[in-house]
């Protein structure tokens, strides 16, 4: 047990107002770039600290809240129970270690105070999302969260696709996030209240929209955590630095939509409202399922080191939205038991290829092979994290696919059941295809040849991520530890034909994967490309959902809005231009001397700006 060192209060509100307030300071170490590295750090390790000390509070299920607006009746408050501290810890200690490991892949890059500004802006606003006590509070750091994965993947703004990711990233989740804010409305304007504690007790008030309430707000969870047909923002996101990808885009931001339907369905139950909301439970599952299954597939062509992880943490989210479609509690445990494993594997898998292209300068695997012998830190940890995904005991990758597999068959899912099945199959096939392609083999490039390992700033987060990826399943196995701090005492049986399903899966991955790499080796994968070509076209497209959408929203709303533009510039302003131009003329002159085309000038105001606005709402709203 971990002892109570910090007061309760001081670690629930502080855990995530920390980072918050403490992120726009990151402006004043702008021209000492050793103090800002040593900021951010110092920062992010205190955060995680104020919440690993809530863990020994999981079960009180304690509520911190003061009124925030009384004649609305809206509050701002801390949920504390095990699915909201868990989360906690999984941003605000992987959050931890990414800005440690950002001090080494960072140190070269331009605009270091933008990018800790908005790491730490991120923890905190991950924290607060996961912590609130409300669907509002949610919401608002839920925008939060995305208005930081925008920036971050912008960080590199000077490149065009970077940029272009990051415009993609936020207006593709603003589409789910539509459905997110209709949902919290519906709620509101039933019941006047939307705290997640006081909801159960409006059950009769909310019954005949519970199910349209229950899809909307999956809408929004499928746009964050990437889930068909809105999952083309995540593999373009790759764009970012590699730890934006690990932080933001594989351990934490992604889980913001899983969360979300993990706490509604500890909402729903608690209500009794699952029967009722049967068409809400199979849309979770099956659209996780086929999401998991096109996800798997996509990353076994992909040659972009980076690639192949978004499109295996798409279909990772996707096994753990199954599990959150059988609806029980059993499945329940499975998905959140999986969040953890996942958080650790992805995160280390992603730092490990951080790592690689810090040494070779590419993220195309065909220059790679290898660096094993060159890398050997990196590539014992990458290893680990890649049998945890491909889920080889006794990592924890495959204790918690093991939970997915048992929920589903003791429900009957045999449809989910299958989907797992042929995704954990596909799973085991492109997680050994990247290890091969990157680490083993002959050297295919002079970088390769050359590279070297990462220093001890990178590789000592690498090395903590591996340990826990390597304990966790095994923990879990011996002790139940998990499964009693989330549900409470007990634990499933062993289930013989799940154990024979998970070694059918793990020998139907690796035999073609074996066949086709260690055996017939690069030139045998291209001669069955060649043979696939078409197959290979659509996968490699990635079913032209990305074209589709482009024929749609950049072609034909487009010209849709420019006509539908001229017609009013014509028949309005057509006798209004000079005066328009010398108004905003006039209006823009009065603010020139502001605007001096330095981000890192503009950022300090835009951080300014944010801690008196929260200062003010702290402050004058109690």
């Not at 006798?575 to 009065?590: E, K, Q, T, Y």
Request: glycine share 8%; with cysteine.
């Amino acid at each position: 047990m971990i002892p109570e060192f910090i007061p309760l209060e001081v670690a629930a509100w502080g855990c995530w107002l920390l980072p918050l307030v403490a992120a726009p300071f990151a402006a004043a170490f702008r021209k000492w770039k050793r103090a800002l590295e040593v900021y951010a750090v110092i920062v992010a390790f205190v955060a995680a600290a104020l919440a690993i000390s809530l863990i020994p509070h999981a079960h009180e299920h304690r509520v911190l809240v003061y009124d925030w607006f009384p004649p609305l009746n809206l509050r701002m408050g801390v949920l504390l129970d095990p699915l909201a501290i868990f989360m906690a810890n999984v941003a605000a200690c992987i959050g931890a270690l990414i800005v440690l490991y950002s001090v080494g892949y960072m140190h070269e890059e331009d605009g270091l105070p933008r990018y800790y500004f908005f790491i730490l802006l991120f923890i905190g606003g991950m924290v607060g999302l996961v912590v609130a006590e409300n669907l509002l509070q949610l919401y608002l750091f839920w925008e939060v969260v995305g208005l930081c994965s925008y920036a971050l993947l912008g960080v590199r703004y000077r490149k065009e696709s970077a940029a272009n990711a990051g415009i993609k990233a936020f207006v593709v989740t603003r589409l789910g996030d539509c459905g997110l804010l209709a949902a919290l409305l519906l709620i509101y304007f039933t019941t006047g209240v939307l705290s997640f504690t006081e909801l159960p007790y409006h059950y009769a008030d909310l019954r005949g929209l519970l199910p349209m309430i229950a899809l909307l707000a999956f809408m929004g969870a499928v746009g964050k955590s990437a889930q068909v047909p809105l999952h083309v923002w995540l593999p373009d996101a790759m764009e970012g630095p590699t730890t934006v990808s690990a932080l933001i885009h594989a351990a934490t931001m992604v889980k913001a939509g899983v969360y979300l339907v993990a706490r509604l369905y500890l909402v729903f139950a608690e209500m009794g409202a699952l029967p009722d909301l049967y068409v809400y439970s199979n849309a979770v599952g099956y659209v996780g399922g086929i999401t998991a299954l096109l996800a798997a597939t996509m990353g076994l062509v992909s040659n972009d080191i980076k690639r192949v992880l978004a499109y295996s943490t798409i279909s990772q989210l996707g096994l753990m939205m199954t599990a959150l479609g059988v609806a029980t509690d059993l499945a329940w445990y499975a998905a959140t038991f999986h969040i953890l494993s996942h958080a650790m594997f992805k995160a280390l898998l992603f730092l490990c290829a951080g790592a690689v292209m810090h040494a070779v300068h590419t993220t195309n695997m065909d220059e790679m092979g290898g660096l094993r012998h060159h890398m050997p830190v990196t590539w014992f940890t990458a290893l680990v994290g890649a049998l945890s995904l491909a889920g080889i005991p006794p990592f924890s990758g495959f204790f918690s696919k093991d939970e997915i597999l048992v929920a589903c068959w003791e429900m009957g899912r045999l449809d989910l059941f299958l989907l797992v099945v042929f995704t954990s199959i596909l799973t085991v096939a492109y997680t050994l295809r990247w290890i091969y392609m990157v680490f083993l083999g002959e050297p295919r490039s002079h970088a390769a040849e050359h590279a070297h390992e990462a220093p001890p700033v990178m590789t000592v987060p690498l090395a903590i991520l591996a340990a826990g990826t390597c304990a966790a399943g095994v923990w879990e196995a011996v002790t139940h530890g998990f499964h009693h701090f989330m549900l409470g005492p007990g634990h499933g049986a062993l289930n013989p034909i799940v154990l024979l399903t998970s070694a059918a899966i793990i020998l139907s991955g690796f035999i073609p994967a074996y066949l086709v790499y260690w055996r017939g080796g690069l030139d045998a994968a291209r001669r069955i490309r060649e043979r696939l070509h078409g197959l290979h076209t659509v996968l490699a497209r990635g079913y032209f959902f990305d074209d589709v959408y482009y024929a749609i929203f950049e072609r034909g709303l487009k010209r849709a809005a420019s006509a539908l533009y001229r017609g009013i510039e014509y028949i309005i302003f057509d006798r209004m231009n000079v005066a328009v131009a010398w108004a905003v003329g006039g209006f823009a002159n009065l603010f020139r001397r502001t605007h001096t085309g330095d981000l890192n000038w503009n950022m300090s105001g835009v951080a300014i700006g944010m801690l008196v606005l929260i200062l003010l709402i702290l402050l004058l709203t109690g």
